[in-house]
């Protein structure tokens, strides 16, 4: 018998499509303003071949993005977690560069690398980044002073505390992080691919826009939102297999 936990997202899911159904033809919204579900399925449907090519194109360049944001996340969320005065000094530059909007810092990766697909990957780095530094320092940064004290006693240096206890401590706060960061990731790409994109969901919806074409917008929103929530249960499973044992009763979701 499937659970009510497992059950509820599809009920919940379905619910809002049959809601949106339901007042789209009841206030006969017009379909350039907000096209039904079933219209937005349908334009997906028949465009599907320029909408696979492009989906295909973000999720691979989401993807690289990411990767380069996991490992040099990672790299220097353990450098700053490891010392008070390097979370000190490189915390505050961290907040302030995520508070830049990425937006505007699109058309200056033109600049330097004209249009197409490395701006979109540096934006996808760029906004996933932030959440994977942060967590992983944080981890880090919270390991209880009285253990490093017993640690010290019993002879462990420092290079042993962090690799054997505040490793392994901040790796539920990694995790956790890659869940919000992969789906950062795609915003990032879709909004370079938007601003300066020659390929990609962003360029298709913004060409699908410019000529009123809205049902095949809404086709590209739930494309991008179905990749963007089956990378986020991948991580989820992810989280599961390897730090399950931080969780009660097994339960990371």
């Not at 979370?87 to 505050?92: E, G, K, T």
């Not at 494309?223 to 991948?234: K, L």
Request: charge should be positive; include cysteine.
């Amino acid at each position: 018998m499937i659970s009510k936990n497992k059950l509820a997202p599809w009920l919940a899911t379905i619910g809002l499509f049959v809601f949106w159904e339901v007042v789209c033809r009841l206030f006969s919204v017009p379909e350039f303003i907000l096209p039904t579900p079933s219209a937005s399925i349908a334009a997906m449907i028949e465009y599907w071949p320029a909408i696979w090519q492009n989906a295909f194109y973000t999720f691979w360049v989401t993807m690289v993005g990411f990767a380069l944001a996991v490992v040099f996340g990672l790299a220097l969320g353990l450098v700053t977690g490891a010392s008070a005065v390097v979370y000190s000094a490189i915390y505050p530059l961290l907040v302030g560069f995520n508070s830049i909007p990425k937006v505007a810092i699109v058309p200056v990766l033109v600049v330097w690398f004209g249009i197409g697909t490395i701006p979109a990957i540096l934006t996808a780095f760029t906004i996933s980044f932030f959440p994977i530094v942060v967590n992983v320092a944080t981890g880090l940064a919270t390991l209880e002073p009285e253990l490093k004290d017993v640690l010290r006693s019993l002879g462990a240096r420092k290079i042993d505390i962090l690799l054997k206890v505040g490793v392994p401590r901040s790796m539920p706060y990694f995790f956790a992080s890659l869940k919000v960061a992969v789906t950062l990731a795609f915003v990032g790409t879709v909004i370079s691919e938007t601003v300066a994109g020659n390929a990609g969901m962003g360029h298709l919806m913004l060409t699908a826009s410019s000529s009123f074409r809205v049902p095949l917008v809404f086709a590209g929103l739930l494309v991008i939102a179905a990749m963007g929530v089956g990378m986020y249960v991948v991580f989820v499973l992810v989280e599961r297999r390897f730090v399950g044992w931080a969780f009660r009763g097994g339960d990371s979701g």
